[in-house]
C-alpha cells in the first residue's frame, strides 16, 4: 500500500484549467482579500499567456503552437509591453500573477518580464514544463524568488514523455530542474494531466512527487482543445468518461488512505440528498473568471479564463478599466443551463462554464462527459462500500 499518510498531505485538486493555479494555497489573509475582490468585482489576480509555442508538443494541449503557426497568426508581445500591461494591472488593484503559456521560459524576454512585474510589486506564479530550467534558471529564481513553480509532470520516464510530449529527454530534464529548485529552496507543485499516454506511469509519478516532498494536483479531466483551429481527434487523446471516472478514484483512494470509506459515505449521502431537486436557471460564471480574475492572451486581449474560445475583449481599443467593465457585465449575464445548478452530483463535478462550451459548444450546454464521468464514479464508490 502507499504512504497514503503523507502522500495525503501532498494532495491537492487541480479544477477549472489555470485559474487555481494562483489562487491555491494561499494564507487566510490572501484568501480575505480575494473575497473581498469577489465580492466587489474588483480584479485580484491575473494571468498572463506570454506565448503559446512551445518546446514541447503534448497531445492534448489545449493552447499549443509551433513558432511557427504563432508568427503566422500573429505577433508575440515584448518586454516592455508585458509590464506596462502589469502596471494598468497593478493599478486596477492586481496582486497575484500566474505566468504561463505555451512554455513562458520560452518566450526570449521572459526575465525582463518576470523581473518588471515582481518591481510592480506582484506576487508572481509560474507554469511551466520544467524542461528548460537548467543551473542558470534556478539561479535567476533563486535570486529573485517566485511565490511558487508549479511545474507539469506528464510521466515518470522519458518513454512516456516521448510519447505524450514528443520530448524523448523530458523526465531526465524535469527531474533535474526539481533537484536544482529543491536545492535553492524554491517552492513548488506538480501538476498532473493523466491522459491514455501516461495512465500507466500515474503510482510511480505519485511516488516520485513522495520522494522530492512535493504537493501533486492531478485531474484526469482534460477539457477539449476548443481554442485550437483544428479541434482533431480530441478524444483519443484523453481517457474515456469511465477511465477518467477509474482514475480520479484511485487517486482519491491513494489521497485519503484509511478515511476514504468515510469520504465515499459522505459523498453518496450528499449526491442522495440532491436527488430530484428541481432545476434552476443561474447567470454568470459561478467562478473568480471575470469576477475577480482575468488573463490577457498571449495577442494581448483581454478574458475571463484561457480556456475559452472567443469571447475576447480588444484592451488597446477599450483600455483595462473599461475592458474590465465590459468582462464583469459579460461575465454575469451569462446564462447557464438550468441542470447542473441542482444536479445531485454538483458537488463533485468538474463542470465549469469553459467545459460547457468545449464539450457542449455553447455556455447553456450540458457536458454530456462530466455527467457520465460523475456517474461513473458514484456507481465505484457505491461498489466499494457496499452502499444502500
Ligand atoms: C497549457 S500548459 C502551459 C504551461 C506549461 N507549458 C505546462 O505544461 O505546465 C498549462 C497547464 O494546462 C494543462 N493542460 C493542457 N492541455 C489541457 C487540457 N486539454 N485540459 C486540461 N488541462 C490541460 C497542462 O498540462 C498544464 O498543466
Ligand atoms: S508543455 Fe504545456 S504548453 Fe507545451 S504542449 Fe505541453 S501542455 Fe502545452
Ligand atoms: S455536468 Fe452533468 S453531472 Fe455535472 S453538474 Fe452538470 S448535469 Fe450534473
Known sequence: ???????????????????????????????????????????IAATFELLPACNMD??????????????????????????????????????????????????????????????????????????????EMANFFAKNKPRRVNISLYGASNETYKNLCNNPKGFTQVENAIKLLKARNIHIKLNFCITPYNIMDMDKMIEFAEKYEIPVA?????????????LGDYNAHRLTPYEAAKARFDLDIKEKGDEFGAFAKTTLDDI?????????????????AGNSTFWINWQGEMTACGMLS?????????????????????????????????????????????????????????????CDMNEEYEKLLIKHINYI
Open 1 to 43: 500500500m502507499y504512504k497514503i499518510r503523507r502522500c495525503s498531505r501532498l494532495f491537492k485538486r487541480q479544477v477549472g484549467g489555470n485559474l487555481m493555479e494562483i489562487l491555491d494555497g494561499i494564507s487566510t489573509m490572501e484568501n480575505y482579500l480575494c473575497d473581498m475582490a469577489s465580492m466587489e468585482w474588483r480584479p
Open 58 to 135: 503534448c497531445k492534448m494541449c489545449y493552447v499549443r503552437m509551433s513558432m511557427k503557426e504563432m508568427n503566422e497568426r500573429g505577433r508575440m508581445m515584448n518586454a516592455d509591453e508585458w509590464i506596462e500591461m502589469g502596471q494598468k494591472a497593478v493599478d486596477e488593484g492586481v496582486l497575484f500573477m500566474l505566468l504561463t503559456g505555451g512554455e513562458p521560459l520560452l518566450h526570449p524576454q521572459f526575465k525582463e518580464i518576470y523581473e518588471g512585474l515582481r518591481r510592480l510589486g506582484l506576487i508572481v506564479n509560474i507554469n511551466t514544463n520544467a524542461t528548460l530550467i537548467d543551473e
Open 218 to 230: 492531478p485531474t484526469s479531466y482534460m477539457y477539449p482543445p476548443n481554442r485550437k483551429e483544428k
Open 272 to 288: 442522495k440528498s440532491r436527488e430530484n431537486l428541481e432545476p434552476i436557471c443561474e447567470r454568470g460564471f459561478g467562478c473568480r
Open 310 to 370: 472567443g469571447e475576447t475583449i480588444d484592451l488597446k481599443k477599450h483600455g483595462m478599466k473599461q475592458s474590465w467593465k465590459m468582462l464583469n457585465e459579460k461575465v454575469s449575464c451569462t446564462k447557464r443551463n438550468d441542470k447542473c445548478p441542482t444536479c445531485k452530483y454538483k458537488n463533485i463535478c468538474y463542470v465549469c462554464v469553459a467545459s460547457c462550451q468545449a464539450e457542449a459548444g455553447a455556455f447553456e450546454g450540458v457536458p454530456q462527459y462530466l
